[in-house]
């Protein structure tokens, strides 16, 4: 019988400013599953009471941001005027478009204590149509998000759409963000509710797909969604994320996704010299911001 695994990527350490994430995707042999095109594994991660997250005033365009947080909790700012905390199970949701600013901190009350921080950073291509649509906000509730039961499988859709359940969080293509918890050893055929690419992460626990056995810090890619299943050893949990990969290659630079690399080059000069227009400031967050990365030599990943 022929692997269904097509790939194994291992996390690799990545800076965000003052915080080390583990990086998912992308990676020189994989550089998208499905729309996604960008996963940030933030944490686990204990913060002394002089130590936080501050993520300034940084630009987007092309993509969409979901950010998920498993514990801790992240304070979102934006040029359209969005303030809100970020709390674990909830979903924010930012469609960046032509142009959107946004910062990510500590929240105040947060900033003298100690705390912790874990979660799950994660951008999503948009399709050609709307790359240069108007940038958009959307904050959901954990009670917002479809969660169920199955033969003791916990499920959860916080993005986008399978066979018989949809998430209200508005994506722009078809595609799918899923997680599943066990507390004991299942067998889960999930393939008949998926379609196009599929990649897996296990946060913790493992599982076997094939004979062989996976654990966290591992991106697993299936060659065809639809032969998706797997057994859990235990107590598990895990992602599985994808949907229908776009027609045009996405084009990458820093904080910026695009079909087409003279848009990507006109925020690069947008940025640089700060283009209110393009980029507005952020109410209440516009003291300092992230400068524009100078290009690195590309490693091989």
């Given at each position: 019988?022929?692997?269904?695994?097509?790939?194994?990527?291992?996390?690799?350490?990545?800076?965000?400013?003052?915080?080390?994430?583990?990086?998912?995707?992308?990676?020189?042999?994989?550089?998208?599953?499905?729309?996604?095109?960008?996963?940030?594994?933030?944490?686990?991660?204990?913060?002394?009471?002089?130590?936080?997250?501050?993520?300034?005033?940084?630009?987007?365009?092309?993509?969409?941001?979901?950010?998920?947080?498993?514990?801790?909790?992240?304070?979102?700012?934006?040029?359209?005027?969005?303030?809100?905390?970020?709390?674990?199970?909830?979903?924010?949701?930012?469609?960046?478009?032509?142009?959107?600013?946004?910062?990510?901190?500590?929240?105040?009350?947060?900033?003298?204590?100690?705390?912790?921080?874990?979660?799950?950073?994660?951008?999503?291509?948009?399709?050609?149509?709307?790359?240069?649509?108007?940038?958009?906000?959307?904050?959901?509730n954990k009670e917002d998000i479809?969660?169920?039961?199955?033969?003791?499988?916990?499920?959860?859709?916080?993005?986008?759409?399978?066979?018989?359940?949809?998430?209200?969080?508005?994506?722009?293509?078809?595609?799918?963000?899923?997680?599943?918890?066990?507390?004991?050893?299942?067998?889960?055929?999930?393939?008949?509710?998926?379609?196009?690419?599929?990649?897996?992460?296990?946060?913790?626990?493992?599982?076997?797909?094939?004979?062989?056995?996976?654990?966290?810090?591992?991106?697993?890619?299936?060659?065809?969604?639809?032969?998706?299943e797997f057994e859990t050893n235990?107590?598990?949990?895990?992602?599985?994320?994808?949907?229908?990969?776009?027609?045009?290659?996405?084009?990458?630079?820093?904080?910026?996704?695009?079909?087409?690399?003279?848009?990507?080059?006109?925020?690069?000069?947008?940025?640089?010299?700060?283009?209110?227009?393009?980029?507005?400031?952020?109410?209440?967050?516009?003291?300092?911001?992230?400068?524009?990365?100078?290009?690195?030599?590309?490693?091989?990943?």
């Amino acid at each position: 019988m022929q692997s269904n695994v097509g790939l194994i990527l291992e996390e690799k350490a990545a800076d965000i400013g003052n915080f080390m994430v583990g990086r998912l995707l992308p990676f020189r042999r994989k550089r998208a599953v499905g729309p996604f095109v960008f996963i940030d594994h933030m944490g686990p991660a204990c913060l002394k009471e002089y130590q936080n997250l501050d993520v300034p005033p940084h630009p987007h365009i092309g993509l969409s941001t979901l950010t998920y947080i498993f514990e801790g909790a992240i304070f979102h700012r934006d040029s359209l005027g969005n303030n809100i905390e970020i709390k674990p199970g909830e979903v924010n949701w930012m469609t960046a478009g032509k142009g959107v600013v946004h910062s990510e901190r500590t929240p105040e009350y947060l900033r003298k204590k100690d705390k912790f921080l874990h979660g799950l950073q994660i951008w999503i291509g948009l399709p050609k149509k709307l790359e240069q649509c108007e940038p958009s906000f959307y904050h959901f509730n954990k009670e917002d998000i479809p969660a169920w039961e199955e033969n003791n499988i916990s499920y959860k859709l916080i993005a986008g759409e399978i066979k018989d359940k949809k998430s209200p969080v508005p994506v722009h293509s078809p595609l799918y963000f899923i997680e599943i918890k066990t507390k004991s050893a299942q067998k889960i055929n999930i393939g008949n509710k998926l379609f196009g690419e599929v990649g897996m992460y296990v946060l913790n626990g493992t599982v076997k797909i094939e004979n062989n056995d996976y654990g966290s810090k591992q991106l697993l890619i299936s060659k065809n969604a639809s032969l998706c299943e797997f057994e859990t050893n235990g107590e598990t949990t895990l992602y599985l994320f994808g949907g229908e990969p776009f027609d045009e290659e996405r084009f990458m630079f820093w904080n910026f996704v695009n079909s087409d690399k003279s848009i990507l080059e006109q925020a690069k000069e947008n940025w640089k010299n700060q283009n209110l227009e393009a980029f507005p400031k952020i109410p209440n967050d516009n003291k300092d911001f992230v400068p524009l990365p100078k290009p690195k030599i590309s490693k091989k990943g």
